[in-house]
């Protein structure tokens, strides 16, 4: 004998399927055998072990059903089958017809794909339905769809309904090879983010804002037509990343009721596309726009479910942890912020290679120490959150020039001011503000006058109010903002 498979595996299915053809079991019958069998020995739930047994993946399923409802276009996808499966005990609970339709593609009948611990969630309605179908004579159940047919198999004659189902099945499925999208189009897609991405460094933000625009436009004209199901998901990721940008160089502008609808729209095309990547994506933006819009707490939140979407490769989990806690900042949550800023210290010098394409939430080593300084400030942690901007400004340093987001600078500067003042450096404090004076505040960021007026907050303190210096600052930082 061969060597044995691993219960449940292909390859376990495969040695079942040619163990009951030796024993003269029919080929239409074979699957319902192979089902019972995982079901018994593999404890595999009904509903998978149906689908292992007719030999589909969650993807190939949500085909077949689709077709078989009427539109090789439908909304049934490949997740939403996987969250069928693991109900009760977490996931999505199947409607009736779900299971009538799921049981048609796997050739059985809809009690087949339930078991006691589903009856024993099932609402009184679908538990009649259940018992009603019960009380019925049973037909034979259809043959299953499976992933391949081997030749020279009997073909059984189909009921009816099987006949209606079946009539136009080939030319449904053929739908599924017309597309209006090609791999070049989505490449140049792709290809044009990037750039913008990289482009955000150094460009005005309502430029990078307008040709982002355009391609979520490009994106949601393709979505309008057919695409194939992979193609369809690409667009789904591709608009959450393209919205998750927008909100995040609009939120640069100030625009911020414009920067959480886009966000909203983000979150939408994500939970089309379920995909892990994307989800950090749109919660690193949605943390972003909150913080600055003064809803701390909310971006903590955010942020921490962020980092509950575990993802390989494209986005690490520094920037969301110094999200969460800039968040907890603004409520001086201290042991929160202390906390977090404690597991990013500990990953921070394991610093990963970002792909160029990943670049744009991957923020640099600069911003990183930056988030970390003013969290620290904002509970107080004077020393450790100047220790953290020095560090943010030599890495500003280290960048090379076309790497540089040019704001960072002033930013830095600003916030190591704060950190002066609190230490009752006001030396300190006007060296780090003398450049920014003379800077053209309206042209920057909005984020930056905001931190403007934070400096200006510390310098009307009652400890500065007699020192002629403190009030030739404040007079300059006022006239400053006059320019906005």
């Known amino acids: 004998m061969g ?23 029919p080929e239409e019958i074979i699957p319902a055998r192979v089902a019972e069998h995982l079901i018994a020995k593999c404890q595999i739930r009904p509903r998978t072990a149906w689908r292992l047994a007719a030999d589909l993946s969650l993807d190939q399923a949500a085909r077949h059903y689709n077709v078989i409802r009427g539109d090789a276009g439908a909304g049934m996808r490949g997740s939403r089958i996987w969250e069928y499966e693991q109900w009760p005990d977490r996931g999505v609970r199947p409607t009736l017809p779900a299971l009538r339709t799921l049981a048609q593609v ?16 099932l609402p009184p309605g679908y538990l009649a339905e259940y018992h009603a179908a019960a009380a019925g004579a049973p037909g034979t159940p259809s043959v299953a769809v499976t992933g391949q047919q081997p030749q020279g198999a009997a073909v059984p004659t189909p009921s009816r309904a099987t006949a209606v189902v079946g009539e136009n099945v ?15 189009q989505l490449d140049d897609l792709w290809s044009d983010m990037t750039y913008l991405g990289n482009a955000y460094a150094h460009a005005p933000p309502a430029s990078v804002l307008r040709q982002l625009s355009l391609v979520r436009e490009r994106a949601a004209a393709l979505l309008k037509n057919r695409q194939r199901p992979k193609q369809t998901r690409d667009l789904y990721v591709m608009s959450a990343k393209c919205c998750a940008m927008m909100a995040w160089t609009s939120a640069d502008l100030g625009r911020y009721d414009t920067a959480q609808e886009l966000n909203s729209a983000a979150w939408l095309y994500y939970q089309y596309a379920d995909d892990p990547l994307a989800r950090r994506w749109v919660r690193t933006a949605q943390a972003r726009v909150e913080y600055w819009a003064g ?13 509950a979407a575990r993802v390989g490769k494209g986005m690490a989990d520094g920037p969301l942890i110094l999200a969460e806690a ?7 949550a201290e042991q929160r912020v202390l906390d977090a800023v404690g597991r990013w210290a500990r990953i921070e010098d394991v610093d990963p290679a970002i792909a160029e394409e990943d670049r744009f939430f991957n923020i640099s080593k600069d911003r990183r120490h930056y988030m970390a300084g003013t969290s620290l400030l904002s509970v107080g942690r004077t020393d450790l959150a100047l220790k953290e901007l020095r560090t943010a400004r030599q890495a500003y340093g280290a960048l090379a020039p076309e790497l540089r987001w040019e704001v960072m ?12 003042l609190r230490l009752g450096e006001l030396d300190g404090a006007a060296a780090e503000l003398e450049p920014f004076l003379s800077t053209d505040v309206g042209e920057q960021p909005d984020m930056v006058r905001a931190v403007l007026k934070a400096v200006a907050t510390e310098l009307a303190a009652p400890r500065w109010q007699h020192t002629k210096a403190a009030r030739d600052l404040m007079d300059s930082l006022s006239s400053a903002q006059m320019s906005v």
Request: some cysteine; charged content about 30%.
């Open 3 to 25: 060597r044995q498979a691993k219960p449940g595996s292909k390859a376990h299915r495969r040695q079942l399927r040619d163990r009951l053809a030796a024993l003269g079991f």
């Open 106 to 121: 796997y050739g059985a009948g809809f009690r087949d794909l339930l078991d006691l611990c589903d009856l024993e969630q």
């Open 170 to 184: 080939l030319a449904e499925a053929m739908i599924l090879t017309k597309t209006n999208v090609d791999d070049v």
């Open 295 to 307: 809803n701390g707490a909310e971006s903590a939140r955010l942020a921490a479910d962020g980092l």
């Open 326 to 332: 800039r968040g907890w900042a603004t409520v001086q």
């Open 409 to 420: 600078e002033l930013m830095i500067r600003i916030e190591k001011a704060r950190a002066y």
